[in-house]
């Protein structure tokens, strides 16, 4: 009976495995913000650049807005409409990239001609996958000056995006947030 407990150590393993994995890929402060004195927050409204985003963008971005709200919440801010402290930006991409294997000798092709052969090893593409980064940008509305700038990478399954992994990724950014109130 010790197959079980190896079951279930490779089953978990293979849950860990396929979670997702964030980056923070950016994370910049400017040191001179009094992150004491901000106590309300709001979000730019994005349909003033386009008035008709798509519907699974405007979806994910929505996604994105209850994250961050609960991240700043936690942290003491509140969220408001009139004259805020914090103005926050929010911008999402997917990019389709490329995945690569470089070549070894071993798959060089056999040559027997002249001595000028020369072989050289390269990236050969063996996959596709998509890729998703979110950025935030948290401008003090007094200054209009931009006081932190975070973004954060993963790659994205096939199927959709769920909530869930939005706050995970969000949670992760939040834990470089150069302010607190609580």
Same mark, same amino acid.
């Given at each position: 009976?010790?197959?079980?407990? *190896?079951?279930? $150590?490779?089953?978990?393993? $293979?849950v860990? =495995?396929?979670?997702?994995s964030?980056?923070?890929?950016?994370?910049? @402060?400017?040191?001179?913000?009094?992150?004491?004195? #901000?106590?309300? +927050?709001?979000?730019?409204?994005?349909?003033r650049?386009?008035?008709?985003?798509?519907?699974?963008?405007?979806?994910?971005?929505?996604? &994105?807005?209850r994250?961050? !709200? @609960?991240?700043l919440t936690?942290?003491g801010?509140?969220?408001t409409?009139?004259?805020?402290?914090?103005?926050?930006?929010? *911008?999402?991409?997917?990019?389709?990239k490329?995945?690569?294997?470089?070549?070894?000798? #071993?798959?060089?092709?056999?040559? !027997? *001609?002249?001595?000028? #052969?020369h072989?050289?090893?390269?990236?050969?593409?063996?996959? !596709? #996958?998509?890729?998703?980064?979110v950025?935030?940008?948290?401008?003090?509305?007094?200054?209009?000056?931009? &006081?932190?700038?975070?973004?954060?990478?993963?790659?994205?399954?096939?199927?959709?995006?769920?909530?869930?992994?939005? =706050?995970?990724?969000?949670h992760?950014? +939040? @834990?470089? +947030?150069? *302010?607190?109130?609580?």
């Amino acid at each position: 009976m010790k197959i079980v407990p *190896g079951i279930a $150590l490779m089953l978990f393993a $293979l849950v860990i =495995g396929c979670s997702p994995s964030y980056r923070v890929t950016q994370n910049k @402060t400017d040191k001179s913000a009094t992150w004491s004195a #901000y106590r309300t +927050f709001a979000f730019i409204d994005t349909n003033r650049i386009s008035p008709s985003p798509q519907d699974a963008y405007q979806a994910v971005v929505e996604q &994105i807005k209850r994250a961050v !709200t @609960t991240e700043l919440t936690n942290r003491g801010y509140q969220q408001t409409k009139d004259n805020p402290d914090l103005l926050v930006n929010i *911008g999402a991409v997917m990019k389709e990239k490329t995945q690569t294997r470089q070549t070894t000798i #071993y798959e060089a092709p056999f040559y !027997t *001609g002249q001595r000028r #052969y020369h072989w050289q090893s390269q990236e050969v593409p063996v996959g !596709t #996958y998509q890729e998703g980064t979110v950025n935030l940008h948290v401008v003090d509305s007094q200054r209009n000056a931009l &006081i932190w700038d975070v973004a954060v990478s993963s790659v994205l399954n096939r199927q959709q995006v769920t909530p869930v992994q939005v =706050g995970e990724a969000i949670h992760k950014v +939040f @834990t470089k +947030f150069p *302010g607190s109130r609580s």
